[in-house]
Protein backbone atom coordinates (compact mmCIF):
# COMPACT_ATOMS: atom_id res chain seq x y z
CA UNK A 1 0.00 0.00 0.00
CA UNK A 2 1.67 3.45 -1.19
CA UNK A 3 1.73 6.23 1.61
CA UNK A 4 -1.31 8.08 -0.11
CA UNK A 5 -3.68 4.84 0.09
CA UNK A 6 -2.79 4.30 3.63
CA UNK A 7 -3.90 8.08 4.33
CA UNK A 8 -6.94 9.05 2.01
CA UNK A 9 -7.77 11.90 4.67
CA UNK A 10 -5.64 14.48 4.15
CA UNK A 11 -6.17 17.43 6.89
CA UNK A 12 -6.74 14.76 9.95
CA UNK A 13 -3.52 15.62 11.17
CA UNK A 14 -2.12 11.91 11.83
CA UNK A 15 0.30 9.11 11.29
CA UNK A 16 0.60 5.77 10.51
CA UNK A 17 2.05 2.79 8.21
CA UNK A 18 4.87 5.07 7.66
CA UNK A 19 3.28 8.45 6.60
CA UNK A 20 2.04 11.51 8.39
CA UNK A 21 -0.61 13.88 7.14
CA UNK A 22 -0.15 17.51 6.46
CA UNK A 23 -0.75 19.79 7.35
CA UNK A 24 0.61 19.61 10.56
CA UNK A 25 -1.67 22.87 12.35
CA UNK A 26 -4.84 22.93 10.19
CA UNK A 27 -6.37 26.68 10.04
CA UNK A 28 -5.14 29.98 10.41
CA UNK A 29 -1.20 29.04 11.51
CA UNK A 30 0.61 31.10 8.97
CA UNK A 31 4.54 31.95 9.85
CA UNK A 32 5.58 29.01 11.52
CA UNK A 33 8.42 29.53 13.65
CA UNK A 34 9.84 26.18 15.38
CA UNK A 35 13.18 25.34 17.58
CA UNK A 36 13.92 22.36 19.78
CA UNK A 37 15.29 21.80 23.07
CA UNK A 38 16.27 17.92 23.74
CA UNK A 39 13.31 16.08 22.37
CA UNK A 40 11.23 19.22 22.91
CA UNK A 41 9.80 21.10 19.99
CA UNK A 42 8.08 24.38 19.99
CA UNK A 43 6.21 26.33 17.81
CA UNK A 44 4.88 30.02 17.22
CA UNK A 45 2.55 31.56 14.83
CA UNK A 46 1.09 34.85 13.61
CA UNK A 47 -2.17 35.64 15.18
CA UNK A 48 -3.35 39.38 13.36
CA UNK A 49 -5.99 40.98 15.11
CA UNK A 50 -6.63 38.39 17.31
CA UNK A 51 -6.04 38.03 21.36
CA UNK A 52 -4.52 37.07 22.31
CA UNK A 53 -1.72 36.74 20.37
CA UNK A 54 1.04 34.31 18.87
CA UNK A 55 -0.47 30.76 20.05
CA UNK A 56 2.86 28.34 21.02
CA UNK A 57 2.63 24.57 20.85
CA UNK A 58 4.10 21.77 21.70
CA UNK A 59 5.33 19.00 20.14
CA UNK A 60 7.40 15.25 20.46
CA UNK A 61 7.21 14.18 16.90
CA UNK A 62 7.58 17.80 14.74
CA UNK A 63 3.89 15.83 13.58
CA UNK A 64 1.44 16.47 16.44
CA UNK A 65 0.99 19.45 17.88
CA UNK A 66 -0.55 20.64 21.41
CA UNK A 67 -1.37 24.24 21.84
CA UNK A 68 0.31 25.17 25.66
CA UNK A 69 0.01 28.70 25.39
CA UNK A 70 0.06 32.12 23.86
CA UNK A 71 2.61 34.71 24.12
CA UNK A 72 0.76 37.80 24.32
CA UNK A 73 -1.81 37.29 26.53
CA UNK A 74 -2.15 40.33 29.21
CA UNK A 75 -3.58 43.29 28.07
CA UNK A 76 -0.32 45.20 28.93
CA UNK A 77 1.74 43.16 26.66
CA UNK A 78 -0.66 43.36 23.22
CA UNK A 79 -2.59 46.57 22.84
CA UNK A 80 -4.66 46.08 19.22
CA UNK A 81 -6.72 48.85 18.87
CA UNK A 82 -10.36 49.22 17.38
CA UNK A 83 -8.95 51.82 14.57
CA UNK A 84 -6.13 48.97 13.76
CA UNK A 85 -7.57 47.13 10.01
CA UNK A 86 -8.19 43.36 10.35
CA UNK A 87 -5.02 41.95 8.97
CA UNK A 88 -2.80 43.66 10.51
CA UNK A 89 -1.74 43.60 14.08
CA UNK A 90 0.91 40.78 15.34
CA UNK A 91 2.72 39.04 12.29
CA UNK A 92 5.83 36.28 12.02
CA UNK A 93 7.07 35.62 14.89
CA UNK A 94 10.53 33.77 15.53
CA UNK A 95 10.93 31.32 18.41
CA UNK A 96 14.30 30.58 19.70
CA UNK A 97 15.79 29.05 22.41
CA UNK A 98 19.15 30.35 23.92
CA UNK A 99 21.13 30.36 27.29
CA UNK A 100 18.29 28.95 29.13
CA UNK A 101 15.65 30.97 27.85
CA UNK A 102 13.01 30.71 25.12
CA UNK A 103 13.25 34.32 23.06
CA UNK A 104 10.35 35.28 21.05
CA UNK A 105 10.94 38.95 18.41
CA UNK A 106 7.67 39.64 16.84
CA UNK A 107 5.90 42.73 14.89
CA UNK A 108 3.09 44.07 16.38
CA UNK A 109 1.82 46.51 13.04
CA UNK A 110 -0.66 48.23 14.90
CA UNK A 111 0.16 51.70 15.51
CA UNK A 112 2.17 52.71 17.93
CA UNK A 113 3.20 48.49 18.22
CA UNK A 114 6.49 48.09 15.84
CA UNK A 115 9.13 44.93 16.88
CA UNK A 116 8.80 43.72 20.29
CA UNK A 117 10.56 41.03 22.55
CA UNK A 118 9.32 38.54 24.67
CA UNK A 119 11.37 35.75 26.78
CA UNK A 120 9.94 32.93 29.21
CA UNK A 121 11.72 29.95 30.81
CA UNK A 122 8.34 28.12 30.33
CA UNK A 123 6.93 28.68 26.72
CA UNK A 124 3.59 27.93 28.33
CA UNK A 125 4.25 31.34 29.88
CA UNK A 126 4.36 33.60 31.64
CA UNK A 127 6.24 35.26 29.38
CA UNK A 128 7.98 38.85 29.87
CA UNK A 129 6.43 42.12 29.19
CA UNK A 130 7.60 43.20 25.66
CA UNK A 131 10.90 44.76 25.03
CA UNK A 132 10.26 47.12 22.57
CA UNK A 133 13.14 47.33 19.26
CA UNK A 134 12.77 50.72 17.88
CA UNK A 135 15.73 50.99 15.91
CA UNK A 136 14.55 47.93 13.89
CA UNK A 137 12.44 49.14 11.38
CA UNK A 138 11.05 46.27 9.29
CA UNK A 139 8.76 43.46 9.60
CA UNK A 140 9.42 39.56 10.13
CA UNK A 141 12.08 39.45 12.58
CA UNK A 142 14.94 37.24 13.67
CA UNK A 143 17.63 36.39 16.52
CA UNK A 144 20.83 34.46 15.72
CA UNK A 145 23.38 34.64 18.11
CA UNK A 146 27.54 34.11 17.59
CA UNK A 147 29.58 32.75 19.94
CA UNK A 148 30.94 35.85 21.04
CA UNK A 149 27.31 36.61 22.51
CA UNK A 150 26.42 39.03 19.43
CA UNK A 151 22.84 39.06 18.68
CA UNK A 152 22.07 39.68 15.24
CA UNK A 153 18.40 40.73 14.02
CA UNK A 154 17.47 40.12 10.63
CA UNK A 155 14.46 41.32 8.75
CA UNK A 156 12.59 41.73 5.80
CA UNK A 157 14.16 43.73 2.87
CA UNK A 158 16.67 41.86 3.80
CA UNK A 159 18.54 43.92 6.28
CA UNK A 160 20.36 43.09 9.56
CA UNK A 161 21.38 45.16 12.60
CA UNK A 162 23.18 44.17 15.92
CA UNK A 163 21.07 44.70 18.90
CA UNK A 164 20.94 44.20 22.76
CA UNK A 165 18.24 42.06 22.96
CA UNK A 166 17.66 42.58 27.02
CA UNK A 167 17.05 46.66 26.26
CA UNK A 168 16.13 46.54 22.75
CA UNK A 169 18.77 48.86 21.64
CA UNK A 170 20.46 48.56 18.24
CA UNK A 171 24.62 48.84 18.40
CA UNK A 172 25.16 50.13 15.23
CA UNK A 173 23.64 50.73 11.68
CA UNK A 174 21.09 48.64 9.42
CA UNK A 175 22.89 46.66 6.94
CA UNK A 176 21.39 45.66 3.66
CA UNK A 177 22.40 41.64 3.55
CA UNK A 178 20.20 40.62 0.38
CA UNK A 179 17.06 40.75 -1.63
CA UNK A 180 16.49 37.38 -3.46
CA UNK A 181 15.97 36.65 -6.62
CA UNK A 182 16.40 39.89 -9.11
CA UNK A 183 13.09 41.19 -9.29
CA UNK A 184 11.13 38.52 -7.63
CA UNK A 185 9.11 40.66 -4.77
CA UNK A 186 8.51 40.81 -1.17
CA UNK A 187 11.72 39.02 0.14
CA UNK A 188 11.27 38.99 3.77
CA UNK A 189 10.31 36.14 6.61
CA UNK A 190 14.60 35.84 6.91
CA UNK A 191 15.70 33.41 9.63
CA UNK A 192 19.72 33.20 10.26
CA UNK A 193 21.45 29.53 11.59
CA UNK A 194 25.01 28.69 11.91
CA UNK A 195 25.06 25.01 10.46
CA UNK A 196 28.54 23.15 9.99
CA UNK A 197 30.99 25.91 8.55
CA UNK A 198 28.36 28.60 7.48
CA UNK A 199 25.76 30.89 8.51
CA UNK A 200 22.38 30.29 6.65
CA UNK A 201 19.94 32.82 5.49
CA UNK A 202 16.63 31.39 4.68
CA UNK A 203 13.85 33.94 3.08
CA UNK A 204 10.75 34.00 1.43
CA UNK A 205 10.49 35.96 -1.53
CA UNK A 206 7.68 36.31 -4.41
CA UNK A 207 4.87 37.15 -2.25
CA UNK A 208 2.59 35.39 0.05
CA UNK A 209 0.08 34.34 -2.69
CA UNK A 210 0.17 31.45 -5.58
CA UNK A 211 4.14 33.15 -6.08
CA UNK A 212 5.61 32.13 -2.59
CA UNK A 213 8.75 30.69 -2.66
CA UNK A 214 11.85 29.94 0.17
CA UNK A 215 15.14 30.62 -1.38
CA UNK A 216 18.44 30.87 0.56
CA UNK A 217 22.40 31.98 0.61
CA UNK A 218 25.21 31.07 3.09
CA UNK A 219 28.48 32.80 3.95
CA UNK A 220 30.72 32.23 6.60
CA UNK A 221 30.15 35.55 8.50
CA UNK A 222 26.59 36.03 10.14
CA UNK A 223 26.70 39.75 8.20
CA UNK A 224 27.56 38.37 4.98
CA UNK A 225 28.47 38.71 2.12
CA UNK A 226 26.07 35.58 1.08
CA UNK A 227 26.29 33.94 -1.63
CA UNK A 228 23.21 32.61 -2.91
CA UNK A 229 22.27 28.85 -3.17
CA UNK A 230 22.53 27.82 -7.43
CA UNK A 231 18.90 26.17 -6.96
CA UNK A 232 17.41 29.09 -5.70
CA UNK A 233 14.00 28.74 -4.94
CA UNK A 234 14.87 25.81 -3.15
CA UNK A 235 10.97 25.60 -2.55
CA UNK A 236 7.86 26.94 -4.29
CA UNK A 237 4.88 25.21 -5.43
CA UNK A 238 4.22 28.10 -7.93
CA UNK A 239 2.61 27.18 -11.17
CA UNK A 240 1.72 24.02 -10.50
CA UNK A 241 -1.48 21.93 -10.22
CA UNK A 242 -0.52 20.42 -6.36
CA UNK A 243 -3.14 20.24 -3.54
CA UNK A 244 -1.09 22.55 -1.42
CA UNK A 245 -0.33 26.45 -2.88
CA UNK A 246 1.37 29.16 -1.59
CA UNK A 247 4.05 27.50 0.07
CA UNK A 248 6.96 30.26 1.50
CA UNK A 249 8.04 31.20 5.36
CA UNK A 250 9.74 28.95 6.01
CA UNK A 251 11.95 27.99 9.56
CA UNK A 252 14.26 25.10 9.85
CA UNK A 253 15.05 22.36 12.95
CA UNK A 254 17.29 19.86 13.02
CA UNK A 255 15.94 17.33 14.89
CA UNK A 256 17.31 15.18 17.92
CA UNK A 257 18.66 12.12 15.67
CA UNK A 258 20.68 14.71 13.25
CA UNK A 259 17.75 14.71 10.13
CA UNK A 260 16.63 18.09 9.46
CA UNK A 261 13.08 19.44 8.92
CA UNK A 262 11.42 22.57 7.36
CA UNK A 263 8.04 23.93 8.68
CA UNK A 264 6.02 26.54 6.16
CA UNK A 265 3.42 28.02 5.52
CA UNK A 266 0.96 26.87 2.55
CA UNK A 267 -3.04 26.69 1.53
CA UNK A 268 -5.56 24.54 0.77
CA UNK A 269 -7.68 26.56 -2.76
CA UNK A 270 -10.95 24.65 -2.89
CA UNK A 271 -13.66 25.01 -5.55
CA UNK A 272 -13.07 26.01 -9.00
CA UNK A 273 -11.11 29.02 -10.83
CA UNK A 274 -9.05 30.77 -9.33
CA UNK A 275 -9.26 28.68 -6.05
CA UNK A 276 -10.46 29.90 -2.64
CA UNK A 277 -8.53 29.22 0.58
CA UNK A 278 -11.10 29.70 3.37
CA UNK A 279 -8.94 28.13 6.28
CA UNK A 280 -6.17 31.02 5.90
CA UNK A 281 -2.52 30.21 5.76
CA UNK A 282 -1.57 26.58 7.65
CA UNK A 283 1.42 25.08 8.67
CA UNK A 284 2.94 22.34 6.75
CA UNK A 285 6.07 20.13 7.70
CA UNK A 286 8.61 18.37 5.25
CA UNK A 287 12.04 16.82 5.35
CA UNK A 288 14.81 18.37 4.56
CA UNK A 289 18.31 16.46 3.03
CA UNK A 290 21.60 18.70 2.84
CA UNK A 291 23.97 18.39 -0.76
CA UNK A 292 26.35 20.09 -1.22
CA UNK A 293 26.20 22.04 1.95
CA UNK A 294 23.13 23.17 0.47
CA UNK A 295 19.52 22.18 1.79
CA UNK A 296 17.04 19.99 -0.51
CA UNK A 297 13.40 20.05 0.11
CA UNK A 298 10.99 17.74 -2.42
CA UNK A 299 7.53 19.15 -3.01
CA UNK A 300 5.12 19.40 0.40
CA UNK A 301 2.48 16.95 -0.07
CA UNK A 302 -1.03 16.35 2.15
CA UNK A 303 0.59 12.99 2.63
CA UNK A 304 4.24 13.06 3.61
CA UNK A 305 7.32 9.46 4.39
CA UNK A 306 7.30 9.99 8.55
CA UNK A 307 9.88 10.86 10.54
CA UNK A 308 11.71 7.97 11.86
CA UNK A 309 11.32 8.04 15.46
CA UNK A 310 8.13 6.82 16.87
CA UNK A 311 5.21 9.03 16.61
CA UNK A 312 3.98 10.50 19.79
CA UNK A 313 0.28 11.70 19.69
CA UNK A 314 -1.07 14.43 21.90
CA UNK A 315 -4.75 14.39 23.05
CA UNK A 316 -7.05 15.37 20.67
CA UNK A 317 -8.39 18.40 21.24
CA UNK A 318 -11.58 18.25 22.91
CA UNK A 319 -15.03 18.56 20.98
CA UNK A 320 -17.15 20.43 23.13
CA UNK A 321 -16.28 23.28 25.79
CA UNK A 322 -18.87 23.18 28.57
CA UNK A 323 -17.53 26.55 29.93
CA UNK A 324 -17.24 24.83 33.68
CA UNK A 325 -13.15 25.47 33.91
CA UNK A 326 -12.13 28.85 35.71
CA UNK A 327 -10.83 30.05 32.45
CA UNK A 328 -10.79 29.80 28.66
CA UNK A 329 -8.79 27.47 27.46
CA UNK A 330 -5.40 29.36 25.22
CA UNK A 331 -7.34 28.35 22.31
CA UNK A 332 -10.14 30.66 22.12
CA UNK A 333 -9.43 34.46 20.05
CA UNK A 334 -11.00 37.31 20.44
CA UNK A 335 -11.27 40.57 18.49
CA UNK A 336 -8.41 42.24 19.25
CA UNK A 337 -8.72 42.71 22.56
CA UNK A 338 -11.02 40.23 25.70
CA UNK A 339 -12.15 43.19 28.15
CA UNK A 340 -12.89 42.07 31.83
CA UNK A 341 -16.57 42.85 31.83
CA UNK A 342 -17.31 41.63 28.10
CA UNK A 343 -17.21 38.05 28.89
CA UNK A 344 -17.81 35.76 32.31
CA UNK A 345 -17.50 32.17 33.20
CA UNK A 346 -18.76 33.14 36.86
CA UNK A 347 -21.82 35.05 36.35
CA UNK A 348 -23.87 31.99 35.60
CA UNK A 349 -21.59 28.72 36.52
CA UNK A 350 -21.46 26.56 33.40
CA UNK A 351 -22.15 29.41 30.68
CA UNK A 352 -19.90 31.64 29.06
CA UNK A 353 -21.75 35.09 29.71
CA UNK A 354 -20.93 37.45 26.56
CA UNK A 355 -21.77 41.53 27.40
CA UNK A 356 -21.55 43.38 23.64
CA UNK A 357 -19.70 46.26 23.15
CA UNK A 358 -20.23 46.93 19.23
CA UNK A 359 -23.44 46.37 17.86
CA UNK A 360 -22.36 43.60 15.51
CA UNK A 361 -19.72 41.47 13.63
CA UNK A 362 -19.10 44.75 11.25
CA UNK A 363 -17.67 46.58 14.35
CA UNK A 364 -13.98 45.92 15.29
CA UNK A 365 -14.73 45.75 19.26
CA UNK A 366 -17.36 43.29 18.58
CA UNK A 367 -17.58 41.24 21.95
CA UNK A 368 -16.50 37.94 20.19
CA UNK A 369 -14.82 34.47 21.47
CA UNK A 370 -14.56 32.12 18.37
CA UNK A 371 -11.48 29.09 17.48
CA UNK A 372 -10.16 28.82 14.20
CA UNK A 373 -11.83 26.68 11.58
CA UNK A 374 -9.28 23.94 10.96
CA UNK A 375 -11.32 21.26 8.82
CA UNK A 376 -12.55 21.75 5.38
CA UNK A 377 -15.76 20.28 6.45
CA UNK A 378 -17.12 20.45 10.50
CA UNK A 379 -20.46 21.03 12.53
CA UNK A 380 -20.10 23.76 15.09
CA UNK A 381 -23.17 24.08 17.78
CA UNK A 382 -24.01 26.06 20.43
CA UNK A 383 -26.81 26.50 22.82
CA UNK A 384 -27.66 30.03 23.59
CA UNK A 385 -29.79 31.67 25.54
CA UNK A 386 -30.42 35.41 24.46
CA UNK A 387 -33.37 36.53 26.90
CA UNK A 388 -31.02 39.58 28.20
CA UNK A 389 -29.70 40.63 24.55
CA UNK A 390 -29.12 39.68 20.76
CA UNK A 391 -26.27 37.29 19.52
CA UNK A 392 -25.39 33.61 18.55
CA UNK A 393 -23.06 31.51 16.37
CA UNK A 394 -20.58 33.63 13.66
CA UNK A 395 -17.98 32.41 10.54
CA UNK A 396 -16.05 35.27 10.32
CA UNK A 397 -13.15 36.52 7.79
CA UNK A 398 -13.01 40.24 8.77
CA UNK A 399 -15.89 43.04 9.61
CA UNK A 400 -16.89 42.83 6.20
CA UNK A 401 -16.76 38.98 5.46
CA UNK A 402 -18.86 36.91 8.01
CA UNK A 403 -21.67 34.77 8.26
CA UNK A 404 -23.72 34.71 11.53
CA UNK A 405 -27.08 33.19 12.93
CA UNK A 406 -28.15 35.07 15.93
CA UNK A 407 -30.72 34.58 18.90
CA UNK A 408 -33.05 37.69 20.58
CA UNK A 409 -35.92 39.58 20.11
CA UNK A 410 -37.96 36.47 19.84
CA UNK A 411 -36.42 35.15 16.86
CA UNK A 412 -33.75 33.79 15.40
CA UNK A 413 -31.92 35.34 12.04
CA UNK A 414 -29.86 34.24 9.46
CA UNK A 415 -27.52 37.06 8.70
CA UNK A 416 -24.61 37.78 5.65
CA UNK A 417 -22.78 40.57 5.37
CA UNK A 418 -20.23 40.23 2.12
CA UNK A 419 -18.18 43.50 1.76
CA UNK A 420 -20.60 46.43 1.79
CA UNK A 421 -23.93 44.76 1.50
CA UNK A 422 -25.52 42.88 4.57
CA UNK A 423 -28.54 40.87 4.10
CA UNK A 424 -30.64 39.17 6.56
CA UNK A 425 -30.94 35.92 4.78
CA UNK A 426 -34.02 34.31 6.93
CA UNK A 427 -35.69 34.60 10.05
CA UNK A 428 -37.59 31.97 12.58
CA UNK A 429 -40.05 33.38 15.34
CA UNK A 430 -38.48 31.09 18.37
CA UNK A 431 -40.05 30.33 21.92
CA UNK A 432 -38.22 32.04 25.14
CA UNK A 433 -35.32 30.20 26.46
CA UNK A 434 -32.31 28.63 25.10
CA UNK A 435 -32.21 27.69 21.78
CA UNK A 436 -29.83 25.44 19.70
CA UNK A 437 -27.97 26.96 16.74
CA UNK A 438 -25.98 25.45 14.27
CA UNK A 439 -23.95 25.64 11.39
CA UNK A 440 -22.11 22.73 9.04
CA UNK A 441 -19.73 23.60 6.72
CA UNK A 442 -19.81 20.78 3.64
CA UNK A 443 -16.74 20.81 1.19
CA UNK A 444 -17.96 19.36 -2.05
CA UNK A 445 -16.35 15.82 -2.88
CA UNK A 446 -13.95 16.10 -5.66
CA UNK A 447 -15.34 14.96 -8.06
CA UNK A 448 -18.19 17.77 -7.89
CA UNK A 449 -16.25 20.59 -9.62
CA UNK A 450 -17.20 23.36 -12.22
CA UNK A 451 -14.94 26.26 -13.41
CA UNK A 452 -16.91 28.10 -11.10
CA UNK A 453 -17.62 25.79 -8.28
CA UNK A 454 -17.68 27.52 -4.64
CA UNK A 455 -15.10 25.85 -2.02
CA UNK A 456 -17.92 24.66 0.34
CA UNK A 457 -21.15 26.00 1.52
CA UNK A 458 -22.40 26.63 5.02
CA UNK A 459 -25.61 25.59 6.36
CA UNK A 460 -26.93 27.14 9.15
CA UNK A 461 -30.23 26.42 11.18
CA UNK A 462 -31.75 25.51 14.30
CA UNK A 463 -31.75 22.13 15.97
CA UNK A 464 -34.20 20.70 17.93
CA UNK A 465 -33.40 18.79 20.98
CA UNK A 466 -34.30 15.37 19.32
CA UNK A 467 -31.76 16.44 16.75
CA UNK A 468 -33.64 17.87 13.74
CA UNK A 469 -32.14 20.51 11.64
CA UNK A 470 -33.97 23.34 10.31
CA UNK A 471 -31.86 25.05 8.00
CA UNK A 472 -32.42 28.78 7.92
CA UNK A 473 -30.08 29.06 4.58
CA UNK A 474 -27.22 27.62 2.79
CA UNK A 475 -24.55 30.42 2.08
CA UNK A 476 -21.86 29.92 -0.87
CA UNK A 477 -18.22 29.83 1.28
CA UNK A 478 -16.13 31.88 -1.53
CA UNK A 479 -17.35 34.73 -0.10
CA UNK A 480 -15.29 33.64 3.22
CA UNK A 481 -12.26 33.28 1.90
CA UNK A 482 -9.31 34.73 1.69
CA UNK A 483 -9.61 35.25 -2.07
CA UNK A 484 -12.55 37.30 -1.59
CA UNK A 485 -11.96 39.39 1.77
CA UNK A 486 -8.19 39.67 0.94
CA UNK A 487 -6.09 39.81 4.03
CA UNK A 488 -3.65 37.15 5.34
CA UNK A 489 -6.03 35.63 8.11
CA UNK A 490 -9.01 32.72 7.46
CA UNK A 491 -11.85 31.88 9.04
CA UNK A 492 -12.59 31.81 12.94
CA UNK A 493 -15.79 30.05 14.35
CA UNK A 494 -17.40 31.54 17.54
CA UNK A 495 -20.12 33.40 19.44
CA UNK A 496 -20.60 36.81 20.14
CA UNK A 497 -22.79 39.22 21.81
CA UNK A 498 -24.66 41.95 19.40
CA UNK A 499 -26.57 43.59 22.08
CA UNK A 500 -27.04 43.29 25.92
CA UNK A 501 -25.74 40.02 27.72
CA UNK A 502 -26.31 36.55 25.71
CA UNK A 503 -25.00 33.20 27.69
CA UNK A 504 -23.42 30.68 25.94
CA UNK A 505 -23.91 26.66 27.99
CA UNK A 506 -21.72 25.02 25.57
CA UNK A 507 -20.07 24.94 22.36
CA UNK A 508 -19.25 21.86 20.09
CA UNK A 509 -16.90 21.89 16.95
CA UNK A 510 -17.19 18.30 15.39
CA UNK A 511 -14.52 17.69 12.66
CA UNK A 512 -15.52 16.22 9.54
CA UNK A 513 -19.29 15.44 8.48
CA UNK A 514 -21.42 13.67 6.12
CA UNK A 515 -19.77 12.44 2.64
CA UNK A 516 -16.30 15.08 3.66
CA UNK A 517 -12.99 13.27 3.74
CA UNK A 518 -12.42 14.20 7.10
CA UNK A 519 -15.08 11.45 7.66
CA UNK A 520 -18.21 11.75 9.81
CA UNK A 521 -18.42 13.29 12.87
CA UNK A 522 -17.83 10.53 15.82
CA UNK A 523 -21.40 8.88 16.88
CA UNK A 524 -22.27 10.56 20.17
CA UNK A 525 -20.76 13.72 19.89
CA UNK A 526 -24.00 15.55 20.62
CA UNK A 527 -24.99 17.12 23.32
CA UNK A 528 -27.00 15.46 26.04
CA UNK A 529 -28.97 18.68 26.82
C1 LIG B 1 4.37 38.06 7.06
C2 LIG B 1 5.17 37.79 5.86
C3 LIG B 1 4.24 36.88 5.19
O1 LIG B 1 4.84 39.13 7.80
O2 LIG B 1 2.97 37.33 5.41
O3 LIG B 1 3.96 34.95 4.02
C4 LIG B 1 3.04 38.32 6.40
N1 LIG B 1 4.63 35.82 4.65
O4 LIG B 1 6.39 37.21 6.09
C5 LIG B 1 1.88 38.21 7.35
O5 LIG B 1 1.68 36.89 7.76
Given at each position: ??P ?6 P??A ?7 TN?V?A???P????C???D????A ?7 P??PI?HS?DL????QI ?17 S????Y????R?H?G???LVV?N??EG?G????T ?6 DW?D ?5 GV ?6 L?W?DD???W???A??E ?6 HT??T ?5 R ?13 P?L ?5 YW????AE?G ?7 SIA ?7 P ?20 NT????L ?5 GTW ?7 R????T????VL???T ?6 WVD??P??G??E????AP???A ?7 V???FD ?8 V???S?P??SWSL?E????L??R???A?LD?P??T ?8 LS??V ?10 G????RL ?9 AG?GG ?7 GS???TV ?5 AP?P?RL ?5 SPS ?7 K??D??RF?I????G?Y????ELDG????T??A ?6 V??M?AGA????FD????V?G???D??G ?10
Open positions: MTAQAHPTGAGWSDGAFPLGLHDPSVRVGDYYLCSSFEYFGVFRVHWEGNVLDRPGQLVLPATMPSAGIAPTLHARFWTCAGNLICATDPAGSPVRLPAGIDPDADGTCCTYGIQVRIDPGRLGPPRLWSGAPGAQAPEAHYRIGGYLLIGTERGHAVRSTAPDGYEPCPANPVLTHRGTNRPIQGHADVEAADWMVLLGVPGGGPGWHGREFLAPVTDWVVAVPVMPSWPRPVPPPPRDDADGLHPRWSVRRAGTQPGWTLARGSEDVFVGRRQQHCRRTLVDATGGRGLAVDERHHYGIEDVRLLARIVLSATRPVGVRVDVVPGDWHPAEPVLGEAADADVLGRYLSEVGGFTGRVGYGSVRWFDYPDAGADPPPAGAGPAR
